[in-house]
């Protein structure tokens, strides 16, 4: 018996980072089930193939939107209920943004361990991956130093040779220790930090 398979299109809504294909390909691509994914930049769409006998187009959708993104299709919250969520949101802890200045004196000459979150507000990954990091620094904040730098805003992280976000840098004694990329892994980090 032959297995039957449905080729889905899925619009893709706020797709600005043609780096970050290739992970919303692989998190779809972990379902059991899917056969082929695609994604296309300038199209801004998600060709998926799979079998609707193993995976269900609802798994599909909720991989795309576990990396951040929205589906064309589908309903979302509007500003005024994000805005009441986050009027309700308890206190939460909050990273310092590092600048082009402060850079050397609070990463390069620093005593302590930095962590530094290479980030962009625009990004629907960076924002996925923001809750975990947070909490990771709200835990180990004792140990190292939390920071994050907004690439849009800076020109330092070209030094350290950034091609996607969000990415994650450990600098010990001034210099580039540990790296974490393409959808850093909390506790992979908090492994590496020693804890």
């Keep these: 018996m032959s297995k039957t398979l449905t080729v889905k299109t899925i619009p893709i809504l706020r797709m600005d980072c043609p780096t970050c294909i290739p992970l919303l390909e692989k998190e779809v691509a972990k379902l059991e089930g899917v056969e082929t994914v695609r994604g296309g930049y300038m199209s801004k769409i998600l060709r998926v193939t799979y079998d609707p006998g193993v995976t269900q187009l ?10 951040g993104y929205r589906i064309a299709y589908k309903k979302y919250p509007g500003a005024l209920s ?26 390069l000459h620093a005593s302590r361990t930095a962590v530094v979150l290479f980030s962009s507000p625009t990004c629907p990954t960076c924002r996925v991956f923001k809750p975990g990091f947070l909490a990771l620094a709200d835990k180990l904040g004792g140990e190292a130093d939390f920071f994050e730098m907004d690439i849009e805003a800076t020109e330092t992280w070209r030094d350290y040779d950034i091609l996607s976000i969000p990415q ?16 850093p892994v909390a506790a992979e980090i908090e492994k590496a930090l020693g804890a």
Excluded: H, N
């Design 82 to 107: 994000r805005l009441r969520g986050f009027l309700k949101k308890e206190a939460e802890v909050e990273l310092s943004s590092l600048t082009d200045s402060d850079f050397p004196g609070k990463v």
């Design 168 to 183: 994650v840098i450990i600098f010990r004694a001034g210099k580039v220790s540990e790296r974490f990329t393409a959808m």
């Design 58 to 67: 609802a798994e599909i959708e909720a991989a795309v939107e576990r990396v």
